[in-house]
Structure formats: structure tokens, C-alpha cells
């Protein structure tokens, strides 16, 4: 069958590349695309919250199945557009994807089903915003409600710095503001959890650890994530349990009880602190770079994964990963993820020739002229795939330095707490 794919980053290219070795598929359209999906895929530029000429696309490209990459969509309903249609559409419905759209929907689940999550209190008003900060301990976290694109979440130190915080969310820095959280600081390390679910089952999809922050040793501005490892270092069954017990089974349960059923992958975002996990956020989708850094170590049709779900079969597949250890190290353009330059060339690109096990996904490009020219902040994802974790990091590293190129940077301890 035909597949399509919603999106235009690192996750979208590492999805069409493991599609394409699906039994079950012809041939891959991707909605934008970049220029690494070009490669193995068709782009078709559209702008993906116009539902309606993507189905028209589906329709003339005969498109029976689409997996959606990104939140936007999913929170917009895309998965309810395509529900009367013969295309299939792979993720969760509008309702289920209020865990990522609103964190006060999931923070009230959380306290409904008695979920471990740092503790909360969530206000409408910025004056009485501000009467709560002056009663609380410090560091705290604020947050701004709805989707943010990985901002709108504030680490404060003092009240000051809250006050500020509190000002620009209902100042509308993240569009219209009709709430804020703000949450108690769980000092601990965190662990991106993943699940694939069909509604009736759901399967274990791997765990990984990103690094948000821009600079070494995790400082700096937080950015979509300039690396990562798989698996993660406190997955183990112990506490696979425990994030089944407390928090997958009650969070499908209340999904459930909202006369729903929760279809696509979970993103379970954790901190663990003193070996008990809590949560920080759901995404409803994969993470990204966790999807490029994971899917190389999948030893299973991801076409026959995703096809199964969509039939309710979940439970026929048996889900294999193999035993090596993978490192992604993002290349950013220079300012990222502040200010960069767009559209330069990323020249050595063509000469680099990968071994089995390693791999270039691309993020921020597009192909002009026969050249790739970077156009985004995040601009290509390098992934090694072996059996240890230094080894695999040495070769992501020396693929990063044949690149060498000037016009970007990348850090250099991704995977330091197991390297
Ligand atoms: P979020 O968008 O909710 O994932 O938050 C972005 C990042 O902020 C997380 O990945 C954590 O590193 C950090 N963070 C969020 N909430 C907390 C919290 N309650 N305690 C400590 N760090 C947090
Ligand atoms: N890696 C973080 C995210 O995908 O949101």
C-alpha cells in the first residue's frame, strides 16, 4: 500500500526510512517532507493543517494509510477529519490528545487517577498567580497551558523570576492565556517512556534519554533536543512496572472513561527521582530526536506495527528490538536557538559514506540546485547504532567531523552518563 507521512523533521525522516523496508509498503509521500525524505519518499508541499487538500492528495496519490508526526495536527483533530474517509490515519483522536494539548487536562487526570506527578496548583488569574508565589519554596516551575513547541516552560528561582514567568504567559508570549501552572521542582533524571497503543493493547516502544539543553553538561537554553541515547540508563523491570502500574494503566483507564480509547504512540516524558518515577508530560506522538535514535534498533516491520493498529491487532505482533546501544547527536546551525542563518550549504554532505549501523537523518533542509541547504535550527541527526554506548557516540562523532562544517555545532557529551 501507499503511505503517508505528516511532517518535515528528523522524526519524520527516520519514520520513512524504517517504512521503507515494510513488507507492506510501495510507496511513501511525505507532507512536507525535507530534503533527506526526498530521497526515499515523494514531498508534497502543503501546509499540514490543510486537512482537506491533504485528503484530496490522498485521494489522487492513492494513499491508504497516514501516520501522523507532529502534535499540531493531532490536537487540531486531523485523526476525527479522516474517521469517515477509507484512508486510514495512525494516532490519537482530539480528545485523547489533550494530554499534550492542555497540561491542565493531564494534571487533572493525574489527580483523578492518582497518578505520581510533581504537585501542582493551576490559576486563572494573574493576580492571585502572583499572591501564591509569594507562599511557596523556590527553585518552582511555571507553565504556560496549551501546545508551546517545547518553550513556555519557566524554571524559577526566586520570585522574581516567577513573577516574570507569570507575566509573559498571560501577556500572551504563547498565544491567548487562560491559565497557568505552576508545580512544585522535582530534582531528579529524566527518561523519555514510549508505548504504541491500538485502543484494546498497548506495547512497550522502547525508552531513550534526550538532552534539551544547549550547551555541555546539560546548561543553557532549552532547545527541541540536541541528542540522545537508547535505551535509557534507569530502564530496567522494576521500574517498567512501576511506569505500567502508576501511570500507563491509569492514564488509559481515564482515556477510556472518557468514552474514548487512545490509538498511536505515547510519549511518556519522566523524571525519576529516587528511583520512583513521576510525570512530567505526555506527547502524543514520538519524541524527537528519541524517534531517530530508536527506530534504528527496531528488528520489526514498522509498516506491520502500524497497519496492525490501525486493525485493532495489536496484540498479534511481537515487538523485537535488538541489543545495541544507540547514540544521536543533533548539528545545529550556529545561534540556534536563538537566531540563525538560513539556506547554506552543507558541503560535504555528498562524500560521506555511512557503514552499516550508522545513519544521516535529516531535520532543517531542503535540496536546491542539487545542493542541501540548511534551513532550520536543528539541522541533521547523526546516529551510530552498536554494541556499547562509547563506541557508538566515537562514531557519530567522527561522522560529524568529516561533515565538518563551519556553519554549525553540536555537542559533544551526548550520552555522558553512560559513556
Ligand atoms: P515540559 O514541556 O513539561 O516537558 O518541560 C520541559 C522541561 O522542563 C522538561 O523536560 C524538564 O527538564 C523540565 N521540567 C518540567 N517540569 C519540571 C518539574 N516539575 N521539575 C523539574 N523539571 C521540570
Ligand atoms: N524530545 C522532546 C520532544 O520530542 O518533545
Given at each position: 500500500?501507499?503511505?503517508?507521512?505528516?511532517?518535515?523533521?528528523?522524526?519524520?525522516?527516520?519514520?520513512?526510512?524504517?517504512?521503507?523496508?515494510?513488507?507492506?509498503?510501495?510507496?511513501?509521500?511525505?507532507?512536507?517532507?525535507?530534503?533527506?525524505?526526498?530521497?526515499?519518499?515523494?514531498?508534497?508541499?502543503?501546509?499540514?493543517?490543510?486537512?482537506?487538500?491533504?485528503?484530496?492528495k490522498c485521494e489522487e496519490k492513492k494513499i491508504e494509510l497516514i501516520v501522523v508526526g507532529p502534535e499540531k495536527p493531532l490536537v487540531?483533530?486531523?485523526?476525527?477529519?479522516?474517521?469517515?474517509?477509507?484512508?486510514?490515519?495512525?494516532?490519537?483522536?482530539?480528545?485523547?490528545?489533550?494530554?499534550?494539548?492542555?497540561?491542565?487536562?493531564?494534571?487533572?487526570?493525574?489527580?483523578?487517577y492518582k497518578i505520581p506527578t510533581a504537585k501542582f496548583e493551576i490559576f486563572s488569574e494573574e493576580k492571585s498567580a502572583l499572591k501564591?508565589?509569594?507562599?511557596?519554596?523556590?527553585?518552582?516551575?511555571?507553565?504556560?497551558?496549551?501546545?508551546?513547541?517545547?518553550?513556555?516552560?519557566?524554571?524559577?528561582?526566586?520570585?522574581?523570576?516567577?513573577?516574570?514567568?507569570?507575566?509573559?504567559?498571560?501577556?500572551?508570549?504563547?498565544?491567548?492565556?487562560?491559565?497557568?501552572?505552576?508545580?512544585?521542582?522535582?530534582?531528579?533524571?529524566?527518561?523519555?517512556?514510549?508505548?504504541?497503543?491500538?485502543?484494546?493493547?498497548?506495547?512497550?516502544?522502547?525508552?531513550?534519554?534526550?538532552?534539551?539543553?544547549?550547551?555541555?553538561?546539560?546548561?543553557?537554553?532549552?532547545?527541541?533536543?540536541?541528542?540522545?541515547?537508547?535505551?535509557?540508563?534507569?530502564?530496567?523491570?522494576?521500574?517498567?512496572?512501576?511506569?505500567?502500574?502508576?501511570?500507563?494503566?491509569?492514564?488509559?483507564?481515564?482515556?477510556?472513561?472518557?468514552?474514548?480509547?487512545?490509538?498511536?504512540?505515547?510519549?511518556?516524558?519522566?523524571?525519576?527521582?529516587?528511583?520512583?518515577?513521576?510525570?512530567?508530560?505526555?506527547?502524543?506522538?514520538?519524541?524527537?530526536?528519541?524517534?531517530?535514535?530508536?527506530?534504528?534498533?527496531?528488528?520489526?516491520?514498522?509498516?506491520?506495527?502500524?497497519?496492525?493498529?490501525?486493525?485493532?491487532?495489536?496484540?498479534?505482533?511481537?515487538?523485537?528490538?535488538?541489543?545495541?546501544?544507540?547514540?544521536?547527536?543533533?548539528?545545529?546551525?550556529?545561534?540556534?536557538?536563538?537566531?540563525?542563518?538560513?539556506?547554506?550549504?552543507?558541503?560535504?554532505?555528498?562524500?560521506?559514506?555511512?557503514?552499516n549501523d550508522e545513519y544521516i537523518f535529516h531535520a532543517g533542509t531542503k535540496i536546491k540546485d542539487g545542493n542541501f541547504l540548511a534551513?532550520?535550527?536543528?539541522?541533521?541527526?547523526?546516529?551510530?547504532?552498536?554494541?556499547?554506548?562509547?563506541?557508538?557516540?566515537?562514531?557519530?562523532?567522527?561522522?560529524?567531523?568529516?561533515?565538518?562544517?563551519?556553519?554549525?555545532?553540536?555537542?559533544?557529551?551526548?550520552?555522558?552518563?553512560?559513556?
Open positions: 500500500m501507499n503511505i503517508g507521512i505528516i511532517g518535515s523533521g528528523g522524526r519524520e525522516h527516520s519514520l520513512c526510512f524504517k517504512l521503507r523496508d515494510s513488507k507492506i509498503i510501495d510507496k511513501i509521500y511525505c507532507f512536507p517532507g525535507n530534503a533527506g525524505t526526498s530521497l526515499i519518499a515523494e514531498n508534497i508541499n502543503i501546509d499540514v493543517s490543510d486537512f482537506e487538500n491533504i485528503k484530496k487540531d483533530g486531523i485523526v476525527e477529519y479522516f474517521k469517515d474517509t477509507k484512508i486510514k490515519i495512525f494516532g490519537p483522536n482530539k480528545i485523547s490528545s489533550q494530554l499534550e494539548g492542555s497540561k491542565t487536562f493531564t494534571k487533572k487526570l493525574c489527580k483523578e501564591y508565589l509569594s507562599s511557596i519554596k523556590y527553585p518552582m516551575v511555571v507553565k504556560a497551558d496549551g501546545l508551546a513547541s517545547g518553550k513556555g516552560v519557566y524554571i524559577c528561582k526566586n520570585y522574581k523570576e516567577g513573577r516574570l514567568a507569570i507575566g509573559e504567559i498571560f501577556g500572551g508570549r504563547f498565544g491567548k492565556a487562560d491559565c497557568v501552572l505552576i508545580e512544585e521542582f522535582l530534582q531528579g533524571e529524566e527518561m523519555s517512556y514510549f508505548i504504541i497503543s491500538d485502543g484494546i493493547t498497548h506495547k512497550f516502544f522502547q525508552t531513550a534519554q534526550d538532552h534539551k539543553r544547549v550547551g555541555e553538561n546539560d546548561t543553557g537554553k532549552n532547545t527541541g533536543g540536541m541528542g540522545a541515547y537508547s535505551p535509557s540508563r534507569l530502564y530496567n523491570s522494576e521500574m517498567n512496572k512501576k511506569i505500567n502500574e502508576r501511570i500507563i494503566y491509569p492514564t488509559l483507564k481515564g482515556i477510556k472513561e472518557l468514552g474514548t480509547n487512545y490509538c498511536g504512540f505515547l510519549y511518556i516524558g519522566l523524571m525519576v527521582v529516587n528511583n520512583e518515577p513521576f510525570l512530567i508530560e505526555f506527547n502524543v506522538r514520538m519524541g524527537d530526536p528519541e524517534c531517530q535514535t530508536i527506530l534504528p534498533i527496531l528488528d520489526t516491520d514498522l509498516g506491520e506495527i502500524i497497519l496492525s493498529c490501525c486493525n485493532k491487532k495489536l496484540r498479534d505482533i511481537n515487538i523485537k528490538w535488538k541489543t545495541k546501544k544507540s547514540v544521536c547527536i543533533v548539528l545545529c546551525s550556529n545561534g540556534y536557538p536563538d537566531n540563525y542563518q538560513k539556506n547554506i550549504k552543507i558541503n560535504q554532505i555528498n562524500n560521506i559514506k555511512l557503514n534551513t532550520g535550527g536543528r539541522v541533521l541527526n547523526i546516529v551510530s547504532t552498536t554494541e556499547n554506548f562509547r563506541k557508538s557516540k566515537e562514531k557519530s562523532i567522527k561522522i560529524l567531523d568529516e561533515l565538518d562544517w563551519k556553519e554549525g555545532f553540536f555537542r559533544k557529551d551526548i550520552a555522558y552518563k553512560v559513556t
